[in-house]
């Protein structure tokens, strides 16, 4: 197997702004939508602007009208009347922007998420090989959210906010350009303070998505193989483990959180001495100008606003560590989008065919139980079709996982239809890795595999695979019913052929006998089951296929010996007409293959029937008598 990538990735962070524009990309589509909600946040601003300067001048009317001793309330009433308009209104759109947003947000998020699952069905198999389950479902999830949050609530919050100010700043200015002066030399230092505190705590929010992701993976494996954990007393090494990955994430959210905690007391404390100083400067100012130059009214809305000035400079702020959280899952979310999917530069395709008498090869556009390889030629625009046979050759193959480090060397050998071929070797020989290059979940470096006579690099993926039907040693069965995880095999197979599968591998019997038959629910991988059971579904999924060609990988090496004759006279109902590779540590079930592969680090070192392997009296041999076992 190739080596699994360490738990820290050590990636470093993009660019959060190219990020950002990344992230924004996805809500195009959305513009009109988006246009009505700053509309709506325009009118929610502007009411709440309008309520501070309607308090100077009410305060204005009052004093007017103590000075000339009036007694008409009319100017009042009025005042009061519009800005209960202009009031409501902003409380109509308010809810009416967060409405939409929420709609914008689940929509962008599905969008992310529909892509994120798209791009991950067209990534090789080496990439699963080096990441953890966790890890990735941990995009999925806290992630996803993060970035349901940022786009819900921040990105609003932050475009309110900046909507705000600018309300704010023009009825400050009409109030008195003055105090406008002297405020902008405190909004600087807040605005500078709050740029620090952010910028510090961005990476820190990053390495908390990280460590998450580490956390999320090793939880799911330990859930996975706890059994394994309980048998060898593993319990107190795994929590110290634990507590290692758990302690990072720790540090990095405790270090994150103290710079997102800081940013509220911090804008704060900036505000009230802010408001302290503006005080003292209008209050001198109105005094010493007799309110020539600034009225009370003026410096009692004035000093409102500077309140309301640094609300959403504070939601700015707040909000900033939110998007720095979100920002650092999409860049997670983005590195898996930005993996290069699986290359799949072949033209030759699988295609229904008609066997004429004289064994011509023609295309038919119905299932006809026969398959043949479409091979169109550029050059002059014919096509030929091959019949598909099974057979299956590879020539002087060399391949490693990673550079430097060898797994294959000059692996010759040749399957004719119908053939049986076994591979036999220790742990670590290469034999799955030989399964994987014909089925290319991998490329080879050097060499040549050929399928009927065809280079397989010139054969899709999709249809190379879908002739290719496989039987592994680890079982997985999906959430429902045993007949939808027999079609598995075969989607518009009929109820008809996929019970005629399960007889066919010796399974029929044992689901007749479930509580609902075929219709029994199956959850949890087949918990229910037994290894054995479990076994025979699988082998009845790759029978309703009906491929030419059979990868059995140890297929029988976990099950007890009797269940084993029970899944071998299966797989041996399977076997039959077709060209079929068997791994396997039990010599038993390779004894009657019509050639044996004996692998030993990478190379082939024998080949031949097993009365062959016998008389040569060499691994084989001494693996058959018992001098010594395969690890």
Known sequence: MPPVRPRGDGRKARNPKKTLTRLLSYMKKYIPILVIVLVCITVTSYAQARMSTALGDLVDEILAMVETKSTDFTPIVDLLVRVGIVLAAGIVCAWLFNFLMVSVAQGTQKVIRDEMFTKMQKLPLRYFDQNTAGNIMSRYTSD???LRQMVSQS??????????????????????WVLCIVMVFTVFVIVLVTKTVVGRSGKYFLEQQRALGRVNGYVEELINGQRVVKVFNHEDACKREFDQINDELQRNAYTAGVYANAMGPIN????????????????????SSGGKALELGSLMAFML?????????????????????????????????????????????????????????TESDKRTGHWAWKHPHKADGTVTYTELRGDITMDSVD??????????????LYAKPGQKLAFVGATGAGKTTITNLINRFYDIEDGKIRYDGININKIKKDDLRRSLGMVLQDVNLFTGTVMEN????????????????????????FITRLPEGYDTMLTNNGARLSQGQRQLISIARAAVADPPVMILDEATSSIDTRT???????????????????IAHRLSTVMNSD???????????????????????GTYYQLYTGAFELE
Request: proline residues 3%; glycine residues 6%; charged residues 20%.
């Open 144 to 146: 996803i959210d993060t």
């Open 155 to 176: 990105i609003p919050q932050c475009a309110a906010s900046i909507i705000s100010l600018i309300v704010i700043s023009v009825n400050l200015i009409l109030e008195s």
């Open 268 to 287: 704060n404390n900036l505000g009230y001495i802010q408001y302290a100083i503006l005080a003292v400067v209008g209050g001198v100012l109105a005094v």
């Open 305 to 361: 606003l500077s309140r309301q000035f640094n609300m959403p400079i504070a939601q700015i702020s707040n909000q900033l560590n939110a998007i720095v959280l979100a920002l650092a899952g999409a860049e997670r979310i983005f590195d898996l989008m930005d993996e290069e999917p699986e290359v799949d530069d072949g033209y030759v395709t699988l295609v229904n065919a008609e066997i004429g008498p004289d064994g011509a090869v």
């Open 399 to 412: 391949f490693s996982y990673v550079p430097d480090k060898q797994i294959l060397y000059d692996i010759s």
């Open 486 to 509: 027999i079609r598995y095999g075969k989607l518009d197979a009929t109820d008809e052929e996929c019970i005629e599968a399960a007889k066919l591998a010796n399974a029929h019997d």
């Open 564 to 582: 084993e004759a029970l899944v071998q006279r299966g797989m041996d109902r399977l076997m039959e007409g077709r060209t079929v590779f068997v």
């Open 595 to 617: 050639a044996i592969m004996v692998l030993d680090h990478g190379h082939i070192i024998e080949r031949g029937t097993h009365e062959q392997l016998i008389a040569q009296k």
